[in-house]
């Protein structure tokens, strides 16, 4: 008899509809073949079903089984096709009632006693299942809070595959999981660092908090232990709280991920600072398998580069696009995938190698070649993609040693979410959202300067020699400016200040 069960797996970021066909010959020697391009754990998945079946009280027929994946062009891997293998063995034989099956998805991986463990994508299936119009997903218990974002779909949460078979056959029904509100998934959470921590550098504070409201990247320069790094972790402090589509949106990459292990809601703005010894790979993504790297991890989060010379040039290199564009398609032999990498990007320097060029009181030890090839490990382009180059000098004596609280994170995160508002309201009929994300047409056509500040930029464009992406950075600075100062048009004092922040001296 032959059955089919609809499944379905994840390729990048994306979900595909997979067909499970199930045909149980009436003759034949005892065997379980799996077609349709299946990898070496979907091949393994013949023993875990066969025993999660006798584990269940039921019968695995004694003759030929072939299960075909279709479309047999497309590569298959995980886990997640054991339920659905198992379910059409036992529809096959009669003991489960397809009736409920022809408007479901099942996903989801069997241990050997029956219990079904979380699987990766389970989001991008839900996903799935409301654009073609499948009413019922049935998914391991551990991924169902995922899943029942998604309006439109049934969710129905299965702990044991004994606990699915009475279910398909009306005689125990699983309960259905209720649907997360996402208004209020996302919270403000309390962070290890603090600005009310940060001794001094209210210059670089309020670089910190132009690049919060407006979405804008920093590079951080200054000796060792002037705060760089206290400052970049205590960034995510300032950030507002991540909107409803920005949740589904990161969720759904580290669900790809780490959905096997039990996935949740992301609801606070990611943080990645990798290693400067990471690989090329492992920053922007690829691989055997085309999996995501930090840059997508960092989306609508903030990744972190510390020690930014430290970092391979090849590896830095390969940040100019993603920078740029907001995702990365990576292409191989196997096939191409595109993974968003819209983030703001922090990076900390050295002024040399020793790191005491132009320190106050220590003298730098470096030699003029040293310094030269020190700065030159970061390429004119990459600099030209930053948005903000701040100086962090060393703490005075008595900023260092004195009571006075700083400004509190709380504080200046209140002024960022009024000028996210601005820029909410400004770019309403746009496809971005805040200021850092604007094209050259939304500049042209939202972002309004005074004469006085035209005539400013101009002369700024015939003394420093701006090149065309810096013009319009600092227009998109200026109006950041302007909306924390609750300005409608960008004046000469917003242009003056914002000037200051596209120094490229490395």
Known sequence: MLSKVLSAATIGLEAVSIKVE?????????????VGLPNKAIDESKERVRTAIYNSNYEVPGSRIVVNLAPADIPKEGSLFDLPIAIGILTSSGVVDNGFLRNSILVGELSLDGVIHPVPGVLLIAYLAAKKGITNLFVPDGN????????GVNVYPVKTLLDLILHLNNLKLIKKQPMTDLSKAATIEKYENNFSDIKGQENAKRAMEIASAG??????????????TMMARAFPSILPIMREEEIIDVTKIYS?????????????RPFRAPHHTISRVGLVGGGNKLTPGEITFAHRGVLFLDEFPEFSRSTLEALRQPLEDGVVTISRARGSVTFPARFIFLAASNPCQCGFLGHPKKSCHCSLLQISKYKKRISGPILDRIDIHIDVPPVEEDKLTSEFVSESSEKIRDRVIKSRLH????????NVKTNGEMTVAHIKKYCHMTEDATKLLKLAISRLGLSARGYFKIIKIAQTISDLSSKDKIEKTAIAEALQYRSKEN
């Open 22 to 34: 199930v045909d149980v010959a009436s003759r034949g020697f005892p065997s379980l073949t799996i």
């Open 144 to 151: 169902a809070s995922e899943a029942s974002i998604i309006e």
């Open 215 to 228: 979405f804008h990247n920093v590079h951080l320069k200054g000796p060792p232990g002037a705060g760089k």
């Open 256 to 268: 790809v991920v780490n959905g096997g292990y039990g996935s949740t809601l992301i609801t606070q």
């Open 423 to 430: 820029q909410s309201k400004r770019l309403i009929d746009c």
